[in-house]
């Protein structure tokens, strides 16, 4: 089987567990609702093109100018529940489409971060990118300031997260080169620098203090269509560049000396690799909040099923990412009390990672 059928027949089976496990996910919470039900309130909202009609634009008050607009018609009718597709549609699908979102930028991120660093405890935050998504939302949490195009504290995770990564950057490169080792240590020292100053804020934060350490433990809670529909507007258009780079990224595995013998343009892949997985995590990070493991765990479990190679690791830890945070984020809300779903990956998480430890599976890349 050639490489782009694995990677299809992969992905094609992980889509089919992601959608299994959002129908699951949607019936879950305090009004229980069958997966049948589930599915037929999904379906009703498919849409199809019913036709085009023309209207007509005024121009300055005289001019009439015919303006195209296509017309939609739900694809399917079938007799709901008017209560339980309000629950699903308003409260329960924006939650859970943005935890697939996230999860699967999170464990993309994750892939491409353990084979850039070629070291198995790599994880999308190395460099800093969630700490300066922490110092950003703290920030705006503690001393609130105005955010162009009224991103809020969305907003200010992300351009934290954006600075502090290409901060790491332009500290490690020195003439033109960007050594890997220098770039870890530099974002090692700068998440310590960053937690110094997170803990100062929270010293300052008064009666914020608790939506300070809700925000930190990270959480999907406020989800809304907005958050979802920007997310989807730049997860994926960054994972498609991570794609196009995994042979690449294969080929970084040998050693910088053999990429660049095997024609690979060594920098500029590295800085590709490292700007697009940062603008990833920080998309992830402005709307969830500090989530682990997801990004460390699941490119660790996918690979000992499909293998090193970055063509189809990197869909399929993807895919295996966001089905994760859903079934977490349910785990997080199933219960009396919601807990923040955070919490509910590092229990999941650090337990699995010493099991892998402790078997010999975490090896060098």
Request: aromatic share 8%; with cysteine.
């Amino acid at each position: 089987m050639s490489v782009r059928q694995r990677a299809a027949t992969w992905s094609l089976w992980l889509c089919g567990v992601l959608a299994v496990v959002i129908t699951v996910s949607a019936g879950v919470g305090p009004v229980r609702i069958p997966p049948a039900a589930v599915v037929k309130i999904l379906l009703n909202a498919v849409a199809i093109p019913a036709g085009i009609e023309v209207a007509p634009l005024s121009v300055a008050g005289t001019l009439q100018l015919p303006l195209p607009a296509i017309t939609w018609q739900p694809a399917f009718a079938f007799p709901v529940d008017a209560t339980e597709a309000t629950i699903i549609m308003q409260v329960r699908l924006p939650r859970i489409l943005l935890a697939a979102t996230v999860g699967f930028a999170l464990a993309a991120a994750g892939t491409v971060m353990q084979g850039f660093f070629r070291n198995p405890m790599a994880d999308p935050s190395i460099i800093g990118v969630s700490s300066g998504a922490a110092v950003g939302a703290v920030a705006f949490l503690v001393v609130p300031a105005a955010i162009p195009f009224g991103l809020g504290l969305r907003g200010a995770a992300f351009f934290g997260a954006v600075l502090t990564a290409f901060g790491v950057y332009l500290i490690a490169t020195e003439d033109g080169r960007t050594p890997v080792a220098t770039l870890l240590l530099a974002g090692v020292a700068i998440q310590a620098f960053l937690g110094a100053v997170i803990a100062f804020l929270q010293l300052y934060s008064g009666d914020g203090l608790r939506a300070v350490v809700h925000w930190l433990m990270g959480h999907l809670g406020n989800a809304g269509w907005t958050d979802v529909t920007i997310t989807l507007l730049i997860v994926p258009v960054l994972f498609a560049i991570l794609l196009a780079y995994a042979r690449d990224l294969n080929v970084l595995l040998l050693g910088e000396e053999a990429a660049a013998g095997l024609g690979v343009a060594v920098e500029r892949t590295k800085r590709i690799l490292l700007a697009v997985s940062a603008l990833l995590t920080a998309a992830a990070v402005a709307v969830s909040g500090v989530i682990g493991f997801v990004g460390l765990i699941v490119p660790h479990m996918v690979r000992l099923v499909v293998g090193p190679d970055h063509r189809v690791l990197l869909p399929a830890a993807a895919l295996a990412g966001a089905s994760f945070l859903v079934l977490t984020d349910t785990l997080a809300r199933a219960g009396a009390t919601e807990i923040p779903v955070g919490i509910v990956t590092a229990a999941l998480g650090a337990p699995f990672f010493l099991y892998l430890l402790r078997n010999r599976e975490v090896h060098a890349l």
